[in-house]
C-alpha cells in the first residue's frame, strides 16, 4: 500500500517537472528579470550607509548587502511561482471536477507539483543567482558553525510549507468568491513588508517587534535568512523554531479545513 501511495504521488511529481519545463524560459526571464530589485537596493542602501559610519539594526553595509543576497536565494528556492492562481481556475472551471475521481489526495497532489516546479524553477535560476553572489563576493559572510547550515535547512523546508499552504489556502477562497485577486493583493502586500524582502526585521523595535515575530510573515523569509548569517542564537532559535512549526501546523489545519468546506459546497452545485 505505502510502495502504491509513493509510486503515485512519484509519477505525479514527474509530470509536474514535465509541466514546469515547457515553461523553463519564462522562469530563467523571470529570474533574471529578478536580479534588477536587488541592485537597486543595494544602490539604496549604499547611499543610506554612505551618510554613517557605524550599524543600522545591527547590520554593516557588508552584511546587509549579503542579507539581501541571501533574501534572493531563499525567494528562488521556496517561493509558490502563481500556484494560487492555477488551483483557483481548477476550482472556478470547473477542473476540480476530474481531480476527485481520482485516488489523490488534492493537498498532496499540489505539493508534489509545488516542490517540482521550485525544483526545476531553483535549477533554471541558479546560474543568475550565483553569478550575482559572484558580483558581489567581497561581501559573502558564511556561517561559521556547521550546524547553522543543518538549522538553515530545517527552517527553509518549513518556511516553503508556510508559504504554500498560505497560497493553496488563498486559492480554497473560490469555492466562495468568483475573484480571488483583491484578497491575494490584500494579504501579499502584508507578506512583502512583514517578512523581511524589504529590510530586516531587526529594525522593528519594542512591542511591535514582539508581536510581529508571532505572526506567520517573518517566518516565511527572514528567519531563515537570519539563522543563515547567524544573526538567530538559543534560545532565540529554539523559540523561533517552534513558533515556525506551530504555524506550518495551523496553516496545514486551515487549508485542510478550507478544502473541506469548500468541497461540500462544490458538491452542492453538482459535478
Not at 36 to 62: E, Q
Not at 100 to 113: E, G, T
Not at 178 to 193: G, N
Request: one cysteine or more; hydrophobic letters at 55%; proline letters at 4%.
Amino acid at each position: 500500500m505505502i510502495r502504491e501511495t509513493l509510486g503515485k504521488y512519484r509519477a505525479v511529481f514527474s509530470i509536474g517537472l514535465q509541466n514546469t519545463f515547457v515553461y523553463r524560459w519564462n522562469f530563467l526571464l523571470r529570474s533574471l528579470f529578478a536580479l534588477i530589485p536587488l541592485f537597486g537596493t543595494v544602490f539604496v542602501w549604499r547611499s543610506i550607509y554612505g551618510g554613517t559610519s557605524g550599524l543600522i539594526a545591527g547590520y554593516d553595509f557588508g552584511e546587509m548587502v549579503f542579507y539581501f543576497l541571501v533574501v534572493l536565494l531563499v525567494d528562488n528556492l521556496i517561493t509558490p511561482t502563481e500556484d494560487e492562481w492555477q488551483i483557483a481556475a481548477e476550482i472556478r472551471e470547473g477542473q476540480l471536477s476530474s481531480f476527485l475521481l481520482k485516488p489523490f489526495d488534492f493537498l498532496a497532489y499540489r505539493s508534489c507539483i509545488f516542490i517540482a516546479s521550485r525544483l526545476l524553477y531553483t535549477a533554471v535560476a541558479l546560474l543568475p543567482v550565483a553569478g550575482v553572489f559572484c558580483w558581489y563576493r567581497e561581501y559573502l559572510q558564511w556561517p561559521t558553525h556547521a550546524s547553522t547550515w543543518i538549522w538553515f535547512g530545517v527552517s527553509l523546508i518549513m518556511a516553503g510549507a508556510i508559504q504554500f499552504l498560505i497560497a493553496y489556502s488563498l486559492a480554497m477562497l473560490a469555492f466562495w468568491i468568483l475573484e480571488i485577486s483583491t484578497v491575494v493583493f490584500i494579504l501579499y502586500s502584508f507578506e512583502y513588508f512583514l517578512s523581511g524582502k524589504l529590510f530586516p526585521l531587526d529594525a522593528v523595535p519594542g512591542v511591535a517587534g514582539t508581536v510581529l515575530r508571532l505572526l506567520p510573515f517573518p517566518y516565511e523569509l527572514y528567519f531563515p535568512v537570519a539563522i543563515l548569517m547567524e544573526k538567530i542564537q538559543p534560545p532565540q532559535l529554539w523559540s523561533g523554531l517552534l513558533i515556525q512549526a506551530t504555524w506550518v501546523l495551523l496553516c496545514f489545519l486551515l487549508a485542510r479545513g478550507l478544502w473541506r468546506a469548500g468541497i461540500r459546497r462544490y458538491e452542492a452545485v453538482g459535478i
